[in-house]
Nanobody
């Protein structure tokens, strides 16, 4: 049985940092591209960062580029999200999600649109991040 679980959320003041973790079990972590999504109150869930399980392909949404970093430890089957220079617009529930490593054209489509939820096979329950001014 596949399990995906996020941790590390909390409350932080604007300008601060947080690191989220996403631990997985029941899947061969290397075979999966992992992404972070977030959903702010009243808004749709959006994919913000992705990292391939088999090469160095990564995706960063413009809204987090330069502030957030995605990394993965394949030996620990764990995904990380390092967030810096947080602002109130980063307040959201953060989710990690997994899809089997896709073909190159999936990555190329990310130039036109963010990751699509329907592509992903496994999801965590989310961890809340709240940034106060």
């Amino acid at each position: 049985q596949v399990q995906v679980m996020e941790s590390g959320g909390g409350s932080v003041q604007a300008g601060g940092s947080l690191r989220l973790s996403c631990t997985t079990s029941g899947l061969n972590f290397d075979d999966y591209t992992m992404c972070w999504f977030r959903q702010a109150p009243g808004q749709e869930r959006e994919g913000i960062l992705c990292a391939s399980g088999k090469n160095d392909n990564k995706y960063y949404a413009d809204s987090v580029k330069g502030r957030f970093t995605i990394s993965r430890d394949n030996a620990k089957s764990t995904l990380y999200l390092q967030m810096t220079t947080l602002n109130t617009e980063d307040t959201a529930m953060y989710y990690c999600a997994a899809l089997p490593n896709p073909a190159l054209n999936w990555w190329l489509r990310l130039h036109q649109h963010s990751p699509q939820e329907s592509d992903f096979h496994y999801w965590g329950q989310g961890t809340q991040v709240t940034v106060s001014s």
